[in-house]
């Protein structure tokens, strides 16, 4: 079992920045991948941005977004910059990990952020 648990969201005006940070416990020696999404009511839960074997981002924060993992402290971050308001969703800190047969995702409770003037 892997607990992730998210911090660092809150109001921040258009323009400004945030840092998303992740804990991972438990079992974190088979985390493969580590990633963020978001979600907004109604709508599904996208992929931000993903570092495993490679790191990606969604086109929407491209040159925006950066994802970051500090292995030794079992850490993933998400620096936010240039925030719009279409930025504002639930994000949510996931890890895929596997024990060599069988593959396991884990989700954080989320946290929210709001870009509003």
């Known amino acids: 079992q892997v607990h992730l648990e998210e911090s660092g969201g809150g109001l921040v005006q258009p323009g400004g920045s945030l840092r998303l940070s992740c804990a991972a416990s438990?079992?974190?020696?088979?985390?493969?991948?580590m990633a963020w999404y978001r979600q907004v009511p109604g709508k599904q839960r996208e992929l931000v941005a993903a570092?495993?074997?490679?790191?990606n981002y969604a086109d929407s924060v491209e040159g925006r977004f950066t994802i970051s993992r500090d292995n030794a402290k079992n850490m993933v971050y998400l620096q936010m910059n240039s925030l719009k308001p279409e930025d504002t969703a639930v994000y949510y800190c996931n890890a895929d990990s596997t024990d060599g047969s069988m593959w396991y995702d884990y989700w954080g409770q989320g946290t929210q952020v709001t870009v509003s003037s």
């Open positions: 570092s495993g074997t490679t790191t």
């Open positions: 438990g079992r974190v020696l088979n985390i493969v991948t």
